[in-house]
């Protein structure tokens, strides 16, 4: 279930996405605090995983989370998982959301007792 619904975007135990958060360190959560977070995303999003939306002069329109920035540009980490840097002087608007890039309905994808495996898959010890 995880490699299907969340490694796109997940690292676990160093295999998958870095577009969210790494959950290898989950396990020792609650398992209905996992639960609430797969199927709320957006009830606690950590600052560093909020949604930057910026708009360029050339029309462009980019969201991610900020992964790096300088004085002159503005990387963001999109949900595809690529990273796209933006000079600061071809903004035309920049936006900080505090939704996340996770997908709200993920569990919809998923067949009765999926949602039970993936979470005793992220708080077992592999």
């Given at each position: 279930m995880f490699?299907?619904?969340?490694?796109?975007?997940?690292?676990?135990?160093?295999?998958?996405?870095?577009?969210?958060p790494d959950l290898t360190g989950v396990r020792?959560?609650?398992?209905?605090?996992?639960?609430?977070?797969?199927l709320v995303p957006n009830y606690e999003v950590a600052p560093s995983y909020q949604t930057l939306s910026l708009v360029t002069q050339d029309g462009r329109s980019?969201?991610?989370?900020?992964?790096a920035e300088s004085?002159?540009?503005?990387?963001?980490?999109?949900?595809?998982?690529?990273?796209?840097?933006?000079?600061r002087s071809t903004l035309t608007s920049m936006?900080?959301?505090?939704?996340?890039?996770?997908?709200?309905?993920?569990?919809?994808?998923?067949?009765?007792g999926d949602l039970t495996h993936l979470i005793a898959f992220l708080k077992s010890a592999r």
């Amino acid at each position: 279930m995880f490699l299907q619904s969340c490694s796109a975007c997940h690292t676990y135990n160093g295999e998958g996405g870095r577009v969210g958060p790494d959950l290898t360190g989950v396990r020792n959560q609650p398992s209905d605090a996992l639960l609430l977070h797969i199927l709320v995303p957006n009830y606690e999003v950590a600052p560093s995983y909020q949604t930057l939306s910026l708009v360029t002069q050339d029309g462009r329109s980019l969201s991610g989370w900020l992964s790096a920035e300088s004085d002159s540009s503005l990387t963001l980490r999109t949900a595809a998982g690529t990273e796209e840097t933006v000079l600061r002087s071809t903004l035309t608007s920049m936006n900080v959301s505090a939704l996340s890039l996770m997908p709200d309905g993920l569990e919809q994808t998923m067949q009765p007792g999926d949602l039970t495996h993936l979470i005793a898959f992220l708080k077992s010890a592999r």
